[in-house]
């Protein structure tokens, strides 16, 4: 028996739920997110068409779908970064973005660089804990020009984890990054998440990486939720766990691989 919770397309509901992929069994609280019918257009072409999706507090979520399918659209959108799109958006007050550039200034140091924008207190043992999270304390004074990309991937999960977040958004942020140095900051991640428990969207075309990490992972197509997997595989995942392979096969097939199973 697999746990998916995988249904046939955005205006399909499940048998057991009633409700729309996409949509949590009750509305979240204020450290989740709600989103309801969530629209952008660029020029004559829609590439959010009436979108729903709920992040329950704490959640751990994956976004995949082929290239340009509009998942950077929709992070950005609930990260407060698209003036323009259109719909209903509630997310919880302290929300943190990580991209796939890291986006450090070269020309201050990288303490600096995480408490960036922030005022009050001592910024610098503020900056110094954040790093110590993600195992750069030592680095605190270098300039980023001297960080190797992974290294400066975490400065920009610590300048992230100095604000705080309830709800923390990723974007491909460990795309650019090698197998291994992706794998442990795959781990990091994992542990953050453990320990501080913010909802995250993870936006990533890593089918492996999202069934690593996530609590569910939703594919985006036709500018909606098009199909969700619950991801029900005790922490920390072996990546071959029959069930997570089993859902592999699925996700791929969902993304039109082939060599993923029929769907
Ligand atoms: N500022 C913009 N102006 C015009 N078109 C845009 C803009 N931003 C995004 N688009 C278009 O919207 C569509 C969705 O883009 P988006 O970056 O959200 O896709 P994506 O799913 O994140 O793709 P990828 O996986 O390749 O990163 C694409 O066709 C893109 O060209």
């Known amino acids: 028996m697999s746990s998916q919770t995988d249904q046939a397309g955005p205006a399909s509901r499940s048998p057991e739920t009633g409700r729309p992929p996409g949509r949590a069994a009750a509305p979240p609280d204020s450290a989740g997110v709600r989103v309801r019918g ?3 257009s660029f020029g004559t072409r829609r590439v959010l068409d009436d979108l729903e999706l709920d992040i329950a507090p704490g959640e751990f979520v994956a976004l995949l779908g082929p290239s340009g399918s509009g998942k950077s659209t929709l992070l950005r959108a609930i990260g407060g970064l698209d003036p323009e799109v259109e719909g209903h958006i509630d997310v919880p007050e302290r929300t943190a973005v990580v991209f796939q550039e890291h986006r450090l200034l070269p020309w201050e140091r990288v303490w600096r660089n995480v408490t960036l924008g922030l005022r009050g207190g ?3 043992a503020r900056a110094v804990a954040a790093l110590d ?3 750069l304390a030592e680095r605190a004074d270098a300039w980023p020009a001297t960080l190797s990309g992974g290294e400066s991937q975490r400065v920009a999960l610590a300048r992230a984890l100095v604000r705080t977040p309830r709800l923390l958004l990723l974007d491909e942020p460990f795309g650019a990054l090698d197998a291994l140095t992706r794998l442990r900051a795959q781990r990091l991640v994992e542990r953050l998440w453990e320990e501080h428990r913010p909802s995250v969207l993870l936006v990533t075309h890593d089918v492996e990486e999202a069934l690593l990490l996530a609590d569910r992972a939703l594919l985006l197509g036709e500018g909606a939720i098009a199909r969700e997997f ?14 997570l392979l089993r859902l592999r096969g699925r996700l791929l097939a969902g993304l039109g691989v082939t060599g993923g199973e029929p769907s």
């Open 38 to 40: 969530l629209r952008r």
């Open 122 to 124: 001592d910024l610098r």
């Open 133 to 135: 999270e993600v195992g």
């Open 230 to 243: 619950a991801v029900d595989i005790p922490r920390p995942r072996p990546l071959d766990h029959p069930r």
